[in-house]
């Protein structure tokens, strides 16, 4: 899980495996979004979910979001090696000024 | 598209150094944002802005000088670096208001003897 300032936490599977993350967050937020960042790049959006949904889809990606528990998963479907790397969560808490991010989950995907 | 262009890609420095670390953007965003990566620790805000001129402090702002003099671009530096530091400082930009798409350069790693 991934929470403020808690440490980073690491998942090694097999291809074709199915994975789940998951991010807390501590105040209310209008948006949570899922950054996946491969090494030694920068973090690229890979979806959204808006407080007004309780789930999204894009491809084999599936995030959902509960907010009465302030918390977000984002779950990989099949995975490939191609999706080893670092997934954040990113909220606009913290009065909006910007978005605040989780401490990431490291994903390692063998072939 | 666009592009987030970081320079340098790697800077090595001694400690109490002044530096300085670039950033330009071509998507015409008006704000921009440093944060600072450290293993174990996610990313974290050091400044932003929301417009040409314009500066705003996050939460890890001390030790730190911004500077926004163009629309593309925006700077960074490391008023005194500190011994034994490492770290990967992270350029972004968005369309105004904060639940819009960060778009990220490829980082800047910094080394400190």
């Known amino acids: 899980s991934q929470w403020g300032e808690e440490n980073l936490q690491a998942l090694s599977i097999q291809e074709g495996e199915d994975v789940t993350m998951n991010c807390s967050y501590k105040?209310?937020?209008?948006?949570v979004q899922w950054y996946r960042q491969k090494s030694g790049k920068g973090p690229a959006l890979i979806i959204l979910?808006?407080?007004?949904?309780r789930e999204k889809r894009s491809g084999r990606l599936r995030a959902t979001l509960d907010t009465s528990s302030q918390s977000s998963s984002l779950s990989i479907t099949g995975t490939l090696a191609t999706d080893t790397a670092v997934y954040f969560c990113?909220?606009?808490?913290?009065?909006?000024?910007?978005?605040?991010f989780g401490t990431g989950t490291t994903v390692s995907v063998s072939p | 598209g666009g592009i987030i262009t970081q320079t340098p890609k790697f800077l090595i420095g001694q400690e109490g150094q002044k530096l300085t670390l670039k950033c330009q953007q071509n998507?015409?965003?008006?704000?921009m944002y440093w944060y600072r990566q450290d293993s174990g620790k996610g990313l974290r805000l050091i400044y932003y802005?929301?417009?040409?001129?314009?500066?705003q402090k996050g939460d890890l702002s001390e030790g730190y000088d911004a500077s926004r003099e163009k629309k593309s671009s925006f700077s960074l530096t490391v008023t005194s670096a500190q011994k034994n530091e490492m770290a990967v400082f992270l350029c972004?930009?968005?369309?105004?208001?904060?639940?819009?798409?960060?778009?990220f350069g490829e980082g800047s790693k910094l080394t400190v003897l």
């Open positions: 972004a930009s968005s369309i105004p208001g904060n639940t819009g798409q960060l778009y």
């Open positions: 105040t209310y937020t209008t948006v």
């Open positions: 979910i808006r407080s007004n949904e």
């Open positions: 990113a909220t606009d808490s913290q009065g909006g000024r910007a978005l605040i």
């Open positions: 998507f015409n965003h008006d704000t």
């Open positions: 802005s929301i417009t040409e001129n314009d500066l």
